[in-house]
């Protein structure tokens, strides 16, 4: 069986975009005006390649490294819910 990596990719707060409409919509939308902040995050799991290759996929395929967090394995999920979508 070969490793399987997990791969987490965020926008950074200035260029999460995307989040901000979702925030958006909830509160115009669905009146889910106690929602304060909202977060995309991506999540990739990569099998089949090495270690090399991965390292050289995440800033070019998966990540933009001038607006993206990537965390490798776990995200620092906290105390927040989640909401996740396949």
Do not use: C, W
């Not at 926008?11 to 979702?22: Q, S, W, Y």
């Amino acid at each position: 069986m070969r490793e399987v990596y997990r791969i987490y990719v965020e926008k950074r707060p200035e260029n999460a975009v995307e989040a901000l409409d979702t925030l958006n919509d909830l509160h115009t939308q669905l009146k889910m005006t106690n929602v304060e902040t909202l977060s995309i995050v991506n999540r990739y799991d990569v099998q089949g390649i090495d270690k090399a290759t991965l390292d050289k996929a995440v800033p070019t395929i998966l990540s933009e490294p001038m607006v993206d967090d990537v965390y490798y394995e776990t995200y620092p999920f906290e105390e927040k819910k989640v909401l996740a979508i396949e």
